[in-house]
């Protein structure tokens, strides 16, 4: 094997396999290796699935050996935050109790569906625990660190997700969203993702957090290896009830349309301060690049992430209660205490919070109406250190582990569909992410404008050596 | 209107054994910093005036 496979996005290791350059198993022991390298070092992955993924990789390599057509993923490795289901593992969701559950019987619809267009599954994804968290920060398995920098966050909840692939570990990665858990990671380690519509992807057999919010999407180094893995995981699935009846809108072919013609603004007002310069500088930089020279505002945003922190607390809370009763000291404490207070919310104030949700949708629909994107931060600054419990911005202490999820909030609170691109800065090591936001179901103009960004160099994901 | 008085030792006196839940020692700092936050959202999203006919965002389809 000459191909350095580890390096590779997943639309060429499967262009590779489907010539027959690199066998499947070449690819997926590649990986392995790499993993086996890197992982101690870094905190990506808690289970590794070797024996499962080579078994997989023979049969995509006998497969092309009869002459069968092949995935459009074939042999490109992947892994899952561990909230996905896995047959034979326990779905841990970053939490010590979930340990005692039995194994999970059938996999996650998310990872079926990629394994069925040919890509491969390694291993599961270290977490925040219960997705209650922005930092990447684990108390039973340790922290997934910033490849980039290993002092520091690589941002959560979907931490072991940004890990591995800032990393060169996987290609592709799947995480969840509920207030910004793949936005914050993505932004912290400097690779793409995309956060589809909500109710768009299938979240069946995932551990939920906050059903009004939980969002499932792909993690990656470009732009065309999202659109390959959104694309495999659309469709309908009887088992989540929250699943949208819309029509399957595959991107790929789309891509290459580019960015021109397209009505792109910046968003002002809440999205323009409580934020390290650095932030706005990165919006600035990808707002030059698209010629977006208007700014709109989203009214009432405040109120918006206001509204979305009240949900979560009181819906997380709901959900563990009984384990909050019963196993509390099996809690991380950061997340007990929180989801605790979440357990004492007068219940008048989430149903007002449902209330004002229907507004906000309603205002940001005619906000939008001259419009196609909109750019915000996605963080509000780069990857604080590891253990860092509060920071300042616009000279306001306040804590790291809920605010750095500020800029994403409002915007899951109304199930937007947004890329998230990585942005550098010569002479900083760390990177910090843009929001490329559009109207529900256009996941196929945020990802035409990420595409069109990464093919003029404005963003891009390198891996961390 | 004014300001509802927000006593977060009451809420949590009050509020724990209704629920089955033990607020250790070190949980009552943490737990009462996130009912102070939570009451400022609260009182920053009180602010808004709905409409009575807004419906709340996840409505029940048969």
Redesign the interface.
Known sequence: MNLPTQDLPAAEIAAAVKSGAVSAREVVTAALSRIEARNGALGAFTDVTAARALAKADAIDAARAKGEALGALAGAPFAAKNLFDIAGLPTRAGSKINRDLPPAKQDATLVERLEAAGAVLVGGLNMGEYAYDFTGENAHDGPSRNPHDPGHMSGGSSGGSGTAIASGMVPLALGSDTNGSIRVPSSLCGIFSLKPTYGRLSRARTFPFVASFDHLGPFARSVTDLALAYDAMLGPDASDPALADVAPNPLAASLALGAEGLRIARLGGYFAKTGEPAAFAAVERIAKALDAQRIVEFPQAERARASGYLITMAEGAALHLDRLRRRGADFDPDVRDRLIAGAMLPGAWIVKAQKFRSWFRSAVGEAMKDVDIVLAPATPCRAPRLGQKTMVLDGQEMLVRPNLGLFTQPISFIGLPVATVPVWTDGERLPIGVQIIAAPWREDLVLRVARALEAQGVVKAPIAR | MSEPAFDADA??EA??PL??????E??RG??KT??E??A???A?????A?DDH?????VFTP
């Open positions: 809420i949590i509020m724990a629920l089955g839940l033990v607020v250790g070190a949980s943490p737990v996130h009912l936050i939570a400022r959202y609260a920053l999203m009180e602010a808004t709905l807004e419906e709340p965002a996840p």
